[in-house]
């Protein structure tokens, strides 16, 4: 059930919607738009009856949800939602460029990464402090230490922090250190940890799961927000194919779709897919032009001593390269973008 | 490195080669086999020098391992392990039949369907209280209910209970009430998870993730084996790829495959992987006749009622048919099987 | 549209009902069965008025077809089709045992492997004298004299042949020396070839494409048939995914499939599916288990010497072993496929 | 074997070299570059002693090669190669824009579509008349008649024109009435009509398999040129995977790594690879961003009458904003590329 509320409903006609919603069993997420608010409502099995909610002040239509998701839906919210990240938005017109090395490793080397992605004038910055590591035996990043040093990247630099967390622990520091929690590509399906996450009061980056499909992957979303977090940005970050000239398959026309069906920002990470070095920056501009709301990359001073996929880093000169690229390609697409919308 | 004991050596022989190992700040994995015990140690970055053991008494040899994994490997135990589940194994020349619901919907049907199973002759009961689903809307489980339900199954039919846990508490609880924890397709590199499950005293029964290589299923269940739950089966239950005549594609390349690299036991999960009740029986004689050491079979007594996944479940009679066809293809390979061990 | 015969319909009705197809610039397809023979019309393009047929002498029911394939319908034939190649039958309960060496290399390797699959009891001698290659610098195949050296088997050994053929050429030389056509899996949608092979007098043995879907490897066969040639064989030889533990993966669920939607047999081939020698036997087994009506398989004298995918080929020993094993596993089938049927 | 000609080696020169290479039973392939030759040798089995050529004069160098491709291999020629198709280039440094119907199915239509193709300054027609169809029921195009519009369309306008072959019949028109002969994806490895296209006077365009490695689809363009036909353009227009919110998976990432091991030109075909017409347009401009020397697009007057395809088809006005964003991202391209070139 989706309720759209007049433009000129009150704040106090949207809370007593929520109210009858609530009185109900059910829950209710109200989603401010531009020119109207529609709330969502949740919890309910089976059909709810629209009479419930016609005669509402301030209504102006209850409508049927037929889709397996509900508040990640265009219906439910018109504009693409733009998610703030510390001080800086990601969505909405925006191109946000997340760098940074794979992994925390040492303060020097962190600081030596943020300095370049400061000057680029990128305002997000990566890595990650827990690393999902397909062996038991490989290096499981820094974990509450290399968080401290994010937080004293954040401080030295202006950057919004960006980091993965693995588990209920890692949010609670994500939360504490960082500005964004990210939920990697192996977890996207960990259901637990995604109605943890929706219930922290920062947002979320999702990655997509290695073989996800679309439907999947926005209902990964929707368990975020179901738990009323709905600060969520969508990764595509490659998928798994047959295809063996790069680590993954960037599947780039995940974007327009995420676009037509949602309201989410979505970014897509060149580095994790591709796996070399010298694809990154033809990838990067790719997802740009395919209209992706940003990129997250990888960048190392010196990429051959990475402790953990070095081959896909790129220099600080790539990274330079790949900003200014970004953006102009960014901007070709601006005026077709705004027609569309 | 793994320490190859001698045939003679002594069970103090082996506590002093591990004395040793935990000395040097790694881990000592013991693993008895047949005519002579190994020892595995985990923990060590980089290479052990073997002169440590070299000289130790009872030890035959110490050998450099250089493949990813060291736990799993048929390097440390020559013959298959058998995983004691309850009071019932699972390997080693068993055929484990494990039948049950989808999902525990309450405790009618499953005594219905737990008496069904017992008839057979099958040791092992099957279903889920806590149900991963795509969608945060669908039906999630009973929860701790369910795992009451499974108990008194246990009780009233001296079936072993194998059912899923999806976060640490649900393995508490499985601990609990059952006898062997399932890690379902989608928490396979839940690493969090895995090295919780790691730590549990129940076996654990780890499903391949849906675009999981071989190599990473087996490092899984080292996550596993890396804390000292030696206790490991694997489950194939397919596979994603383009096609779509069956819910997954079942693998079933990979029960020799895993027969060859490690010591560890693998059955197969026709149920889920075709998720068309009219494939089930095909496709769980090709697993036996493909040498897996069991089947994990959804049974229901109304399969077209089931809350959950009702089209892939065996009526009553098509499971009893599929019990005995099943045993009848695993005499067929027991002489071969026998040669070539 | 599909006219169905009735049981006591005479020859001639069914001619007359052929001679109102033709009349109407369409195509009639016999297609005897058991009890009745119905008819398949093609070439209509849009619906045709069933008032043509329904009132002509032995028509029981002329029924519009909306699935996309018509002439390999179980609608159109109720029980599965027995393909004779040369003198002997594929399909409808029998295990048909095809076995050779990958490439024709020369008479003695030839004569040595014919020997051996004679001996075991196997009618069909595989083989080929045109190899698709990969690389345009690899060993291309025998040809013609690679034919020549097949007839010959089949006179001194009374095995029946099935060899390739790439192109219209190639189906000619096939025709004249040998006693199916293979049409290999990279020119399942060579549709030019496919018309041709529907022209030709001798069987079919169609390879599923490495990506082919169940509906486009069923529409490949219909286009053989709808040249009149309706002895086709179909046969799953692995599909390409990310799963790099074999060479392909081989879907056998696509087994009961195509039981269940066409009157086609179907063999499967694990020794190009897997690559690998150690898992041909498992695989083999498990076909059989699924309800294949045959296996397909390569046998070498001496396999570390074969010119083409020697690392795959049993040796004559393994080859005897999976001989027996596979009709004990068959034999287990039986009753309960009889009485699905 | 791969001979490398000095800066200041004659035609002469060459000539010798190509001249002892078939002395010895192989055949030469000179390709000249900016500043100096190379020449490929094949049809040799095993390695070519240097020998035979290091003394020759103008012989820079004799190479092995041990890579499975050798003609197309940057190592032979260093700049990207330039195809001349009908009057107009394709690769180095242009971006070439193909348009035109799916299918050619009356003159009407086609004149329609190629005067707006024509008026956007797009150089290269499109537009089958061998239609490749899963279904043997369904319209296979209008054949040679459509061959003859395709001719007029050159004559009115200009356009050279790029269609499909689909067996040595198609080619052997293609070439009479075409600029370049189209081999379609399901042809990729119908080796027989690669080697008839490459006895072919005429450019081809090599459209990548469904499910072909890398590896395979240059190996596929080498079959071409090793009969002499140099003129080889590749197409990316995506791959089968599991995802199905379009029809194939663009897998860009190609582009990079075709450029890197080979001099061929590729171009990338959003229109296929996606099969809806919303993500065309997004997946044009990541091709071009990603560093693609063309697009092949489908444009069709009125979509929803196309007679095949039409839901991907673009409008006339779809199609022109495209063309202008496409080639506002090559700019952005072009510094940067030639830096690295």
Redesign the interface.
């Known amino acids: 059930m989706l309720i759209v509320m007049r433009p000129d409903a009150t704040e106090s006609d949207v809370t007593r919607v929520i109210e009858v919603i609530e009185s109900l069993g059910f829950r209710g997420h109200a989603m401010p738009g531009e020119t109207r608010t529609a709330v969502g409502v949740?919890?309910n099995r089976g059909s709810v009856d629209p009479a419930h909610f016609e005669n509402l002040p301030g209504v102006a239509e209850a409508i049927r949800v037929t889709k397996?998701?509900?508040l990640i839906s265009r219906d439910l919210r018109l504009e693409t939602s733009v998610v703030k990240v510390g001080n800086a938005p990601i969505g909405g017109g925006n191109l946000a460029i997340i760098a940074g090395p794979c992994a925390i490793e040492n303060r020097k080397q962190v600081f030596a990464v943020a300095e370049t992605v400061a000057k680029s004038g990128a305002r997000f910055f990566r890595g990650g402090a827990f690393k999902?590591?397909?062996?038991?035996?490989a290096f499981q990043g820094m974990g509450e230490e290399g968080l401290k040093i994010l937080a004293d990247v954040r401080e030295e630099f202006g950057l919004n922090i960006i980091t993965e967390a693995?588990?209920e622990r890692?949010i609670d520091l994500v939360v504490k250190y960082g500005d964004c929690i990210q939920i990697g590509a192996?977890?996207m399906?960990?259901?637990?940890?995604l109605?943890y996450a929706g219930q922290a009061r920062k947002p979320v980056l999702l990655k997509r799961?290695?073989?996800a499909?679309?439907?999947?992957f926005l209902?990964a979303a929707?368990?975020i927000m179901?738990e009323r977090n709905y600060d969520v940005i969508l990764c595509e970050r490659g998928?798994?194919?047959?295809?063996?000239?790069?680590r993954n398959?960037?599947?780039?026309?995940?974007?327009?779709?995420v676009h037509?069906l949602t309201h989410l920002p979505i970014i897509v990470d060149p580095s994790h897919?591709?796996g070399h070095n010298?694809?990154v920056n033809?990838?990067a501009?790719?997802?740009?032009?395919?209209?992706a709301d940003g990129l997250i990359i990888e960048v190392h001073p010196c990429p051959e001593e990475a402790l953990c996929d070095g081959a896909q880093a790129l220099t600080p000169q790539q990274y330079a390269?790949l900003y200014e690229?970004a953006h102009?390609?960014h901007e070709?697409?601006q005026p077709?973008e705004a027609a569309v919308a």
């Open positions: 949740t919890g397996p998701y509900k999902p590591r397909t062996s038991p035996y693995m588990d890692g192996r977890n399906q960990n259901f637990s940890l109605k799961g290695m073989s499909t679309l439907d999947e209902l929707e368990y179901a998928i798994r194919t047959f295809a063996d000239h790069a398959t960037l599947d780039l026309s995940v974007v327009p779709a037509r897919a591709t010298y694809m033809a990838m501009r790719a997802g740009v032009a395919a209209g390269e690229q102009r390609i070709v697409l077709a």
